[in-house]
């Protein structure tokens, strides 16, 4: 059955804007749509009609890249937990249902233009310390380094983290505990991580506080809205991390 | 502050000095508990074990440590929620993210501010005029604080007003004694439950002794 939607869809031209809300009507819409093709929809219209196309950011569309992420109706990536919005389907809205969607907001990330956000704050993060300084070359054979089952485990659900920034959105503090928690998280736990241990905890922290993220409540609002269910407890692990680096300094 | 710069660092410090006043809050109600005996031995109990407290040098020490984090509990929360306030550009026009934690977590300023309000009063009626003020002297020639404590248990405005106090101290304990042990690092899955467990135990507890004496002495006095 066809759907019928209005979208209250927040227009900024650009980041100095101040921005507002616009209202826009859909008709004739699939519920079997996703609430990206849904925007898709609603751009062919708009240009179409010669208005400018609303801006979103977007990619793999499958849920993987953390590309896509707006508030939709007051809540990071839409109603359902642990979801992407490009995974949010219109099924999970009425016929006649209004929508409202905003930009995720934090002084970390600035809105560029509608839907847009500037989230290299993440990039800059990761650039502190989210990796392990190896040589370049071919990659060496896997097995030359034994992790056990469950180490690797803990680390893969760490390392699930596809950054898309909900969990700064969400944060009453917009903080990025959650995000930086699992890189530490996940490289403390691994062989190759482990030499760079605390240099790396000690630089991805003092980096945080100067790209202006909040610090954590552990209010665990992060984890209900975050697309991979990364665990709050890797936000502990930070903690235990930090401090013990800072003990051995 | 004293290495205190990160905001980790800062958490660090709310932790501590948070779990400090965690174990104050158990001394000080085993303290009260005396309240509860027969009325003339409590009496006399009582105002002994007061006197004791403000004579021994340890205990001494053990308030000023006491009143030291009282003060940087207060400052750090106000710094570090200062620090995150939001600006007109960052708050939320449409604003339905509460879905996804509890209304305590996000409302520990607020739930504090009730408790830093409840300690001011709290000081200037009992430990301002039992350390400064003019007390009757009792049998034993203490200071007689029961009479004064007992006063003010049998007036229906100060507990209601020391319950809603008490009410605010268990909302901040059951998000605050968990929160502070993830601050400090406890990530174990399996000991971070039982924490979280103790926390809401403790925190019952602490609010049911609390609450008991005031309501006992203004029903049976």
Known sequence: MPMKLQLKIWRQKNSDDLGKFNTYELKDLNPAMSFLEMLDTLNLQLIKNKEEPVEFDHDCREGICGQCGVMINGIAHGKPKNITTCQLHLREFKDGDTIVIEPFRAKAFPVLKDLKVDRSAFDTLIASGGYIGVETGQAPEANTTPIPQEIAEQAFDAAACIGCGACVATCKNESAALFVGAKISHLAALPQGKAEREKRVLNMVNRMDELKFGHCTNTGACQVECPQDISVLHIAKLNYEYLRAKLKK | ?221
């Open chain 2, 1 to 221: 502050m004293l290495g205190f710069s990160s905001t980790i660092s800062r958490k660090y410090l709310m932790a501590i000095t948070g779990l400090f006043l965690c174990l104050f809050l158990v001394i000080h109600l085993l303290g009260n508990f005396q309240l509860l005996l027969p009325e003339d031995e409590a009496q006399l109990q009582y105002n002994a074990y007061s006197a004791f407290l403000s004579g021994n040098i340890l205990v001494k020490i053990i308030a000023y440590v006491l009143y030291i984090s009282i003060i940087l509990h207060s400052i750090d929360a106000i710094y570090l929620s200062f620090k995150s306030r939001k600006s007109k550009k960052t708050r939320y026009r449409y604003d339905a993210r509460k879905r996804a934690s509890k209304w305590y977590s996000r409302q520990m300023m607020l739930l504090g501010v009730i408790l830093f309000a409840f300690l001011v009063i709290h000081f200037y009626d009992f430990w301002y005029p039992f350390k400064f003020g003019e007390l009757t002297l009792d049998q034993q020639g203490n200071k007689d604080l029961y009479q004064l404590v007992i006063a003010s248990f049998q007036n229906i405005g100060y507990v209601a007003w020391y319950s809603v106090a008490i009410l605010a101290l268990f909302f901040h304990l059951l998000h605050g004694f968990f929160s502070a042990f993830r601050s400090l690092g406890l990530y174990h899955p399996y000991y971070a439950q039982i924490i979280k467990l103790i926390g809401v135990i403790f925190s019952l507890l602490i609010c049911i002794g609390y609450l008991g004496i005031p309501i006992y002495i203004f029903i049976s006095r």
